[in-house]
């Protein structure tokens, strides 16, 4: 089982910039697609960005298209969210998740495993 742990988050005005790190085990992190989701207290996890397992292809939530930005370094086992323009409604803890098909989803349901999560807080 591929285990994930994050790391990145951090308090930051707005209209910062933060970047998450997520770091997978195993071999085949190459052939899955990773996916960032969010949940802020009292909320829904929601869904935030997709990459495919080449990194070819990524999906974003409506609500950060534009700002976010998600890649992926298959030699480092390790995917990243570059967030900008951070906004207050940012704020939530973030979690990274892996799908283990090279198709990327915006449905949390499609993800297997799940990393502890990082606090990600932009205050006004």
């Known amino acids: 089982q591929v285990q994930l742990v994050e790391s990145g988050g951090g308090l930051v005005q707005a209209g910062g910039s933060l970047r998450l790190s997520c770091a997978a085990s195993?071999?085949?992190?190459?052939?899955?697609?990773m996916g960032w989701f969010r949940q802020a207290p009292g909320k829904e996890r929601e869904f935030v960005a997709s990459?495919?397992?080449?990194?070819?292809?990524?999906r974003y939530g409506d609500s950060v298209k534009g700002r976010f930005a998600i890649s992926r370094d298959n030699a480092k086992n390790t995917v990243y969210l570059q967030m900008n323009s951070l906004k207050p409604e940012d704020t939530a803890v973030y979690y990274c998740?892996?799908?283990?098909?090279?198709?990327?989803?915006?449905?949390?349901?499609?993800?297997?495993?799940w990393g502890q999560g990082t606090q990600v807080t932009v205050s006004s």
């Open positions: 998740a892996v799908r283990q098909t090279p198709y990327y989803s915006d449905s949390a349901r499609n993800f297997g495993s």
């Open positions: 195993g071999p085949t992190f190459r052939g899955y697609a």
């Open positions: 990459i495919t397992g080449s990194g070819g292809s990524t």
